[in-house]
């Protein structure tokens, strides 16, 4: 372990899924981490799992909504006394959000408030302590930003919001905060569900062959990209969307 890497990190939707890979990732790295979540038996049961209890903290978190994200960053502050860096992962999908003719406007407010606003509102009250410690923000996207299935609309639109928002702010807030965004393909997180939900994963060796690197992603496979953007050594890189999918948009397809 890196114990050098002393930096204070906070992940939004930490708990759970590619987010607590991102997290478990960073601790490895020698990272002080903040896990900023909505679900309390998630993010208790990572502190448990996890340990590091001098460098991991679970705040819980509604990035939605003004004064959670205002008190998150005031207890990350009082706790470690500085952040340097921001990692947006915190989303729902679109459970319910039928043809665009039925979808509710309620349905469509939830996604794009957690998705998207809430990024807007842990930026806007991280960047005081992220410009002091020229610090660095990455976004998690999807690729559906970039390509959709049926009735994904409101999914769709907040990450492609996402990479939107991740370019227009890394030339408002550069040069002293970086900001980049990954966008994951199919990647697992069956192994990364908290303890009553989870479950192995069920995939078939189609799954896996039909991506051009041989297999379905792995939480680890974003945490690494992550961690690299939030480090010096991406100190020249800003504004970008890095595409982590195997592949797959790469790969034309065709009906036989």
Same mark, same amino acid.
């Given at each position: 372990?890196?114990?050098?890497?002393?930096? +204070?990190?906070?992940?939004?939707?930490?708990?759970?899924?590619?987010?607590?890979?991102?997290?478990?990732?960073? $601790?490895?790295?020698?990272?002080?981490?903040?896990?900023?979540?909505?679900?309390?038996?998630?993010?208790?049961? *990572? +502190?448990?799992?996890?340990?590091?209890?001098?460098? #991991?903290?679970?705040?819980?978190?509604?990035?939605?909504?003004?004064? =959670?994200?205002?008190? *998150?960053?005031?207890?990350?502050?009082?706790?470690?006394?500085?952040?340097?860096?921001?990692?947006?992962?915190?989303?729902? /999908?679109?459970?319910?959000?039928?043809?665009?003719?039925?979808?509710?406007?309620?349905?469509?407010?939830?996604?794009?408030?957690?998705?998207?606003? %809430?990024?807007?509102?842990? +930026?806007?009250?991280?960047?005081?302590?992220?410009?002091?410690? &020229?610090?660095?923000?990455?976004?998690?996207? =999807?690729?559906?930003?970039?390509?959709?299935?049926?009735?994904?609309?409101?999914?769709?639109?907040?990450?492609?919001? $996402?990479?939107? #928002?991740?370019?227009?702010? /890394?030339?408002?807030?550069? @040069?002293?905060?970086?900001?980049? *965004?990954?966008? @994951? %393909?199919?990647?697992?997180? *069956?192994?990364?569900? &908290?303890?009553?939900?989870?479950? $192995? @994963?069920?995939?078939?060796?189609?799954?896996? #062959?039909?991506?051009? +690197? %041989?297999?379905?992603?792995?939480?680890?496979?974003?945490?690494?990209?992550?961690?690299?953007?939030?480090?010096?050594?991406?100190?020249?890189?800003?504004?970008?969307?890095?595409?982590?999918?195997?592949?797959?948009?790469?790969?034309?397809?065709?009906?036989?």
């Amino acid at each position: 372990m890196n114990t050098t890497w002393n930096k +204070v990190v906070i992940v939004t939707g930490g708990a759970q899924g590619i987010g607590k890979g991102i997290v478990s990732h960073l $601790l490895e790295k020698g990272a002080r981490v903040v896990i900023a979540d909505h679900d309390e038996e998630a993010g208790k049961e *990572c +502190v448990g799992e996890f340990g590091y209890e001098d460098r #991991l903290l679970f705040l819980p978190t509604d990035v939605g909504d003004e004064e =959670s994200v205002k008190e *998150c960053i005031t207890r990350t502050i009082t706790r470690f006394k500085r952040i340097d860096g921001l990692v947006n992962n915190a989303a729902i /999908a679109d459970p319910g959000f039928e043809s665009i003719e039925k979808a509710s406007l309620a349905k469509w407010q939830k996604v794009i408030r957690i998705n998207l606003t %809430g990024c807007f509102l842990t +930026v806007k009250y991280s960047c005081p302590h992220l410009r002091r410690t &020229k610090g660095a923000i990455v976004n998690i996207s =999807s690729t559906r930003a970039h390509q959709s299935e049926p009735n994904t609309e409101a999914y769709s639109a907040s990450k492609g919001g $996402l990479v939107a #928002l991740t370019h227009s702010l /890394a030339i408002s807030l550069g @040069p002293d905060i970086r900001v980049n *965004c990954i966008s @994951p %393909g199919w990647i697992e997180v *069956c192994d990364w569900k &908290k303890k009553r939900i989870r479950e $192995l @994963p069920d995939l078939r060796e189609i799954d896996h #062959l039909q991506h051009p +690197v %041989g297999r379905v992603g792995d939480p680890v496979d974003i945490a690494s990209m992550t961690g690299f953007l939030l480090s010096e050594e991406a100190g020249f890189i800003t504004g970008q969307d890095f595409i982590i999918d195997g592949g797959m948009t790469r790969k034309m397809i065709y009906a036989e």
